[in-house]
């Protein structure tokens, strides 16, 4: 199986800055949208 992206997933974190670091510095993936308490990435062709 080939992972090609991600369309939808919903992670409940306890601090949304450190959660958009790993997601966005070490994994890679867009933030297309960040609000205060919410924040919706991209990552890959999904």
């Given at each position: 199986?080939?992972?090609?992206?991600?369309?939808?997933?919903?992670?409940?974190?306890?601090?949304?800055?450190?959660?958009?670091?790993?997601?966005?510095?070490?994994?890679g993936?867009?933030?297309?949208?960040?609000?205060?308490?919410?924040a919706?990435?991209?990552?890959?062709?999904?």
């Amino acid at each position: 199986m080939i992972v090609k992206g991600f369309s939808h997933v919903t992670i409940n974190v306890s601090s949304l800055e450190k959660a958009l670091d790993f997601y966005g510095e070490m994994l890679g993936m867009k933030i297309v949208h960040e609000g205060n308490k919410d924040a919706y990435l991209e990552w890959g062709d999904a």
